[in-house]
């Protein structure tokens, strides 16, 4: 099946820094989001963006679709921008729009 | 307009002991997800759904079973549980592309 690579696997960031957060795939996608899982286990969708740039406030995405890659880029971070960024696609060749996950990378943003 | 529910948030089992996962959506939403989240791991899919009716496995459906009755309502059973399932069991739905998900239950089997 389809691989999804995150990095980092973990961060650490003073408050007010800028980070850039990366997804590799292994295959054509016809999906790709961008999550968040707060401190307290919920998952909150970021970006839908299986190719292109997405912006939203102090967020944005770019899939490069070409190239297999994904980038988050979060900026002037926030303590509550701690948790951890999961990247998920679905194949171009999949069914049901099911999404495979990478691992994750979990970032911590200290005053 | 809830999103997607899930009940309940915590359960705590014993070895052997079955119960049933409650997933609900009031988006009109087609499909429909079960994952687990283990720690250190992202999400892995158990089984979903493409319609009222209608279920298949996912990447590990070993020890679970599921049932779409009805469009808005998802069920995960797991008829013995093994200290193995502990995990985070997360519910999703989507019309096509992007899927919301649950807040989660956190299942212990002792």
């Known amino acids: 099946g389809i691989q999804v690579e995150q990095s980092p696997p973990d961060l650490i960031l003073q408050e007010g820094a800028n980070s850039t957060l990366r997804c590799n795939f292994s295959?054509?996608?016809?999906?790709l989001q961008w999550f968040h899982q707060n401190p307290w286990g919920q998952l909150i969708n970021l970006f839908y963006?299986?190719?292109g740039t997405k912006q939203n406030g102090r967020l944005s995405a770019t899939t490069v679709a070409t190239e297999r890659y994904s980038l988050l880029y979060i900026s002037s971070s926030q303590t509550t921008d701690s948790g951890v960024y999961f990247c998920a696609v679905e194949p171009t060749a999949g069914t049901a729009s099911k999404l495979t996950f990478g691992t994750g990378t979990r970032l911590q943003v200290t005053l | 307009n809830a999103g997607v529910t899930q009940t309940p948030k915590f359960r705590v089992l014993k070895t052997g002991q079955s119960m049933t996962l409650l997933c609900a959506q009031d988006m009109n939403h087609e499909y429909m997800y079960w994952y687990r989240q283990d720690p250190g791991m992202g999400l892995r899919l158990i089984h979903y759904s493409v319609g009222e009716g209608t279920t298949a496995k996912g990447e590990v459906p070993d020890g679970y079973n599921v049932s779409r009755l009805k469009k808005q309502n998802f069920l995960l059973g797991l008829e013995s549980a093994a200290p193995s399932q502990t995990s985070v069991y997360f519910c999703a739905s989507t019309s096509y592309n992007e899927q919301f998900f649950g807040p989660g239950t956190r299942l212990t089997v002792l």
């Open positions: 963006i299986p190719s």
């Open positions: 295959d054509s996608v016809n999906n």
